[in-house]
């Protein structure tokens, strides 16, 4: 199972918005509605922002958002703020019953 | 509350088998739907998924990894246990443990990881 595809980086300035892609395949993310995205800030353990596509955790700020079109999966931050700068990570449930992530997106708060 | 916790060796040496314990509270693995995860991380490289058990003991495992993985649970113990077999100096990884929901697919979560190295 080959890594999900992300940009290496991203960059935006405080209260504008980036969108972060996540491209896999129709085994993977263009096969089902369960992409999840992660943030990870250095040192840290990974944290859950969005699931099945588009659905938010409780306590995850309505700033983040996910969507999909065919083999793409797409997180939105809008109103970037300082402490949204971390990794960013899409992992999609695969036709194996496995799951797979994306090689990572450093978000950069200019 | 759930809480998620990875204990094992820091240091291995090359062509030795590792052996992980995650230790979880706050929820049953006996519980349908519910599934524990391994996930690594190389130092400044991304997370990559290793192997899932579920809550009916079902098994799966990464396909470049499948030959050297094996993961179990005890579920009156609250742990799973992953073991490498053959350890080589590119497993050098953060080692996470991740709670899995099957409904969401999801890993909502994680323990802080163990950084284990291979090294002679």
């Known amino acids: 199972q080959s890594a999900l595809t992300q940009p290496a980086s991203v960059s935006g300035s405080p209260g504008q918005s980036i969108t972060i892609s996540c491209t896999g395949t129709s085994s993977d993310v263009g096969g089902y509605n369960y992409v999840s995205w992660y943030q990870q800030h250095p040192g840290k353990a990974p944290k859950l922002m969005i699931y099945?596509?588009?659905k938010r955790p409780s306590g995850v700020s309505n700033r983040f958002s996910g969507s999909k079109s065919g083999n793409t999966a797409s997180l939105t931050i809008s109103g970037l703020q300082a402490e949204d700068e971390a990794d960013y990570y899409c992992?999609?449930?695969?036709?194996?019953?496995?799951?797979?992530f994306g090689g990572g997106t450093k978000l950069t708060v200019l | 509350q759930v809480t998620l916790r990875e204990s094992g060796p820091a240091l291995v040496k090359p062509t030795q088998t590792l052996t992980l314990t995650c230790t979880f509270s706050?929820?049953?693995?006996?519980?349908?739907?519910?599934?524990v995860s391994w996930i690594r991380q190389p130092p400044g490289k991304a997370l990559e998924w290793l192997a899932r058990i579920d809550w009916d003991d079902d098994k799966y495992y990464s396909t470049s990894l499948k030959t050297r993985l094996t993961i179990s649970k005890d579920t009156s113990k609250n742990q799973v246990v992953l073991t490498m077999t053959n350890m080589d100096p590119v497993d050098t990884a953060t080692y996470y443990c991740a709670r899995y929901m099957v409904r969401g697919a999801k890993f909502d979560y994680w323990g802080q990881g163990t950084l284990v190295t291979v090294s002679s």
């Open positions: 099945d596509v588009s």
């Open positions: 706050g929820f049953s693995l006996s519980t349908s739907g519910m599934c």
């Open positions: 992992s999609s449930y695969t036709s194996s019953s496995t799951e797979v």
